[in-house]
Structure formats: structure tokens, C-alpha cells
């Protein structure tokens, strides 16, 4: 039997920085609230228009 979460129940959230979805990572666990970016590389970007060559995926 597998142990854990499925991925797709995990929580999610929109990137500040690039606008895209990322989801809950353990490590993130205590101060998840505070969580803004997806990675290292967009904390250090910070908070700009988001990419205009990506697009979201319609709901």
C-alpha cells in the first residue's frame, strides 16, 4: 500500500513572480501562509508582470 498524499490533493498556489501553479512541499510546511514563489530563482526576481510567453492552462 503507498503511503502519503497523492500529489493531486496536495495544496496549490500562484507563483508571484512567473504566475505559474506550484504545489505544498514539506519543507514549506511551517510557514506555508508565508510562501510567495515557487523557487529559489523567482524569490530572487521577485514580483513582476508574469511571463508573457507562458499562458495558463484554462480551468
Given at each position: 500500500?503507498?503511503?502519503?498524499?497523492?500529489?493531486?490533493?496536495?495544496?496549490?498556489?500562484?507563483?508571484?513572480?512567473?504566475?505559474?501553479?506550484?504545489?505544498?512541499?514539506?519543507?514549506?510546511?511551517?510557514?506555508?501562509?508565508?510562501?510567495?514563489?515557487?523557487?529559489?530563482?523567482?524569490?530572487?526576481?521577485?514580483?513582476?508582470?508574469?511571463?508573457?510567453?507562458?499562458?495558463r492552462?484554462?480551468?
Amino acid at each position: 500500500m503507498p503511503k502519503g498524499v497523492a500529489k493531486s490533493d496536495l495544496q496549490t498556489k500562484v507563483c508571484a513572480a512567473c504566475g505559474r501553479p506550484f504545489a505544498w512541499r514539506k519543507k514549506w510546511a511551517k510557514d506555508w501562509e508565508a510562501v510567495r514563489y515557487c523557487s529559489e530563482r523567482c524569490r530572487r526576481t521577485g514580483a513582476q508582470k508574469p511571463d508573457a510567453g507562458w499562458k495558463r492552462p484554462p480551468d
